[in-house]
């Protein structure tokens, strides 16, 4: 119990403050903010610097749902192109969470799976967030994953949220360890370049996730070292996929691609026209 407390200490610091309530009533533009904002009693905690992870779009281009959706071997609506320079980095199969300094959240999803509501929702009506009791017994693995790091995630100045994955053998069954990679981090609600997330994961004592410079992409390329089926970098388990960022300055360019998306993949008919930007 020794070894938790200042886990659970941290976990529990602060309830609701006068500046959380005021934000209630902010106005932008002349217009209310998102009803989505902090509401400690429901268990919603949106705020204008405290927003679930962004959706990602697919790398590749996609169409149909359930049995009939396929990939295409064509790159898709996040506007890369072959030949571009890239930071790729890699995927990591855990429990996606979120850190300000002060607090741990995890998203949960409103929605039922496969269900087509998904597709149109926005991130509001889709998901929402909750501050975690990381002493409750339902939370234990992300807990043995993110214990090392609380200390560090005390360094997070104000204004910012760390974006990470939490994994566990408990999670899921690629890994044998517990541990977290920090993949994204917004300051007051935008996303800063990846380039910054490594930076300050360095000054803040945070573990980010293996990266690397592709100065040419190739789509064949990808698809190539994916179907090899490689090991994470840094820590033993089969490689879950890629994430694909713009490099170049304020790019917000970003795309994934999982190695299970192969199988996926319908190399023999081309797309329709209307699926090509």
């Known amino acids: 119990m020794a070894e938790i407390m200042p ?48 959706k990602i779009p697919h790398l590749l281009v996609n169409e149909g749902m359930g049995k009939t959706f396929r990939y295409f071997p064509h790159l898709g609506e996040a506007g890369f192109q072959e030949g571009d320079a890239v930071l790729i980095t890699e995927k ?16 949960f999803d409103n929605l039922k799976k496969k269900t087509k509501k998904k597709f149109l929702a926005t991130a509001e009506e889709r998901y929402r967030l909750e501050k975690l009791d990381l002493g409750a017994p339902a939370h234990q693995h992300i807990r043995h994953a993110v214990q090392p790091y609380v200390e560090s995630f005390k360094n997070v100045e104000e204004g910012y949220c760390v974006y990470f994955e939490a994994c566990n053998p408990k999670i899921g069954v690629r890994f044998d360890s517990s541990f977290i990679r920090v993949f994204d981090m917004a300051k007051d609600g935008e996303y800063i370049p990846f380039e910054a997330t490594m930076s300050l994961c360095h000054k803040w004592g945070l573990p980010c996730v293996v990266s690397r410079h592709e100065p040419n992409l190739r789509l064949q390329s990808i698809f190539d ?18 994430v694909i960022r713009g490099t170049k300055e304020g790019s917000s360019r ?14 023999i008919n081309s797309p329709p026209r209307a699926l090509i930007k």
């Open 7 to 54: 886990l659970l200490q941290y976990a529990l610091l602060h309830t609701a403050t006068a500046e959380t309530k005021r934000t209630l009533d902010k106005k932008e533009e002349g217009r209310a903010v998102s009803t989505s904002l902090i509401r400690e009693s429901d268990g919603n905690l949106w705020s204008d610097l405290l927003v679930t992870q962004r």
């Open 92 to 107: 990591y199969d855990g429990t996606t969470m979120q850190a300000t300094g002060k607090h741990f959240f995890k998203r």
């Open 254 to 267: 970003i795309a994934k691609v999982r190695c299970d998306d192969l199988n996926r993949v319908d190399f």
């Open 225 to 242: 070292d994916l179907a090899r089926r490689p090991q994470y970098q840094d820590v033993k388990g089969m490689l879950e996929g890629y």
